[in-house]
């Protein structure tokens, strides 16, 4: 980017400048799926990894994008469940009208469910693990241990 698009100083606030030059990039491009690494986008805007991150969270708050695990930064397209994996994890207990003792999707039906990496969905089903909402046995199918309650969140 050419120096004259680089964030400058201005009352309005430099983060929001910066959210607004990526938001403008995100909409002026449909097959954008993911933004660039965190340094890139320092270097590109001329700015702190502080002063990205702010600009990154307020995008994250309007529900442009997300953060992925790594940290990278997902576009979230209109109509788009933007949740947590984690959280659209929880959902296929109901959707899969799942019970206990019944085996989870593979981690395979996952990704392809949801369009995300292997180590994503890893990590949102450790945390349902860690919950005691799935079982884990080596060389066999993840197993239900426990339904979720509509009102617990899964943190981590």
């Not at 529900?63 to 296929?92: A, K």
């Not at 693990?129 to 509509?150: D, F, H, M, Q």
Request: hydrophobic share 35%; with cysteine; proline share 5%.
């Amino acid at each position: 980017m050419a120096k004259e698009q680089r964030a400058t100083s201005n009352p309005r606030g430099t983060y929001m400048l910066v959210a607004d030059m990526i938001r403008r990039e995100i909409t002026s491009s449909e097959s954008m799926t993911e933004l660039p690494p965190v340094s890139e986008l320092m270097a590109r805007h001329g700015v702190s990894r502080t002063l990205l991150t702010r600009a990154l969270k307020l995008l994250s708050s309007e529900g442009l994008v997300t953060s992925e695990q790594g940290g990278r930064w997902r576009v979230v397209r209109d109509g788009e469940d933007s949740r947590p994996l984690r959280e659209r994890l929880l959902d296929v207990f109901e959707t899969d009208k799942l019970g206990v003792g019944d085996a989870f999707p593979s981690e395979a039906e996952l990704c392809q469910r949801f369009g995300r990496s292997r180590t994503a969905v890893r990590s949102a089903l450790d945390k349902l693990e860690g919950a005691g909402l799935l079982r884990r046995s080596p060389g066999k199918p993840r197993v239900v241990v426990a339904l979720p309650e509509k009102t617990t969140e899964v943190r981590g």
